[in-house]
């Protein structure tokens, strides 16, 4: 009787413990489930009248909804989530709008101007997410506006829309501004539209940043995109860049790439696609349409930036000027396409414009000055 219990007993704890190892190796070890809060009446849970007031719960959220509205607030995130519109009936937009008494400087920008942001994610350690929602700065005076500003924070807008920023100076659809921290951040299938300045990487000497700019529609009013060094690593890959009275793009980095983008002015002498104002992006594989200039460099030594497989059409002045003070590499600047276009290069004497394709141009080559 007693050997015989033993050996139930045995049994029935090792029985028990195999469950709980099969449960374990099945599953992996247990992990904190998701807290998710609801903003507005459209789905059941946790419901929330403000972003702002679901944002500051306790637990924190990992994931907050919005349902479709207009909500009147400017929103501050300090802590990892996942903020994004829903869709409820046939209504899919969720529209962060200024508030009644307009927008009040919450934050500054890196050279030390007030600055009122609509949307402020600054010094977050984990991933703060973006999606699916409209942020509208209509009658939002201030001197520095800002649709979205990510400082020192990782992650990514992904179907968001930013319109109509616009300040007394300067306006500004979104900044990714970097930091100790080394963040990655990504816009992707998005539209910054009507805003003054569409979308500014920006660099600090104390860390760096890492961006992807892809697959979206930038109208901007004065510039599309501005990259500005230091320590700065950006992609800009397959945007439609519109609207703008001045550049679509400003390169003041060294790495990084431009490629696949189509870039469409409205055909004023004034207006530049590129403009390129150190050396190390390479621009590739771009489509320029109805602008002054296709690509101008305003560095003084263009050395390191491949320039190639890019199609220009219908330009009124140069499709490529290079810096007249040093001769950048036919290594380097090759194989692009120019069609009804004024002059093709501005080059110092020189250089050579094999492999590149010309129709309907008036001047393949010009020795710089002109």
Do not use: W
């Amino acid at each position: 009787m007693l050997l015989g219990g033993y050996e139930l007993m045995s049994r029935t704890n090792l029985s028990l413990m195999m469950l709980v190892s099969a449960l374990l190796l099945g599953f992996g070890t247990p992990t904190a489930r998701a807290t998710t809060y609801i903003v507005g009446t459209c789905k059941p849970g946790t419901q929330f009248s403000t972003i702002q007031s679901a944002l500051d719960a306790n637990p924190a959220p990992t994931v907050v909804e919005v349902c479709p509205g207009s909500y009147p607030e400017q929103i501050s995130i300090s802590k990892p989530v996942t903020l994004e519109g829903v869709v409820a009936g046939n209504s899919s937009f969720a529209t962060v709008v200024v508030p009644p008494g307009g927008l009040t400087n919450n934050t500054t920008l890196a050279g030390g101007q007030a600055a009122a942001a609509q949307i402020l994610v600054q010094n977050v350690s984990g991933a703060v997410n973006l999606t699916n929602l409209v942020v509208d700065a209509t009658n939002g005076s201030a001197n520095y506006p800002i649709g979205i500003f990510y400082k020192n924070t990782p992650g990514t807008m992904n179907h968001m829309v930013v319109f109509n920023v616009s300040g007394s100076i300067v306006g500004f659809g979104i900044i990714l501004e970097g930091g100790s921290s080394d963040p990655k951040v990504t816009i992707e299938n998005s539209t910054i539209s009507d805003d003054q300045l569409g979308i500014l990487v920006q660099g600090m000497s104390a860390g760096s940043l890492t961006t992807a700019i892809d697959s979206n529609l930038v109208n901007s009013g004065i510039n599309g995109i501005q990259v500005t060094s230091p320590n700065t690593t950006t992609t800009i890959n397959g945007n439609v860049i519109t609207g703008f009275t001045e550049t679509a793009i400003i390169l003041e980095a060294t790495e990084g790439s431009v490629t696949n983008n189509t870039i469409t002015g409205q055909g004023s002498t004034t207006q530049t696609a590129i403009e390129l104002g150190d050396d190390g992006m390479s621009i590739e594989s771009n489509k320029i349409y109805n602008v002054g200039d296709g690509i101008a460099a305003t560095a003084t030594e263009i050395m390191n930036s491949q320039i190639t497989g890019n199609v220009f059409t219908t330009l009124s002045a140069e499709g490529i000027a290079l810096a007249c003070s040093y001769a950048a590499p036919s290594s380097k600047v090759h194989s692009n396409t120019f069609v009804d276009v004024s002059i093709a290069y501005v080059v110092k004497p020189g250089f050579s414009i094999s492999g590149s394709t010309f129709i309907g141009v008036q001047y393949e080559s010009i020795n710089c000055p002109i």
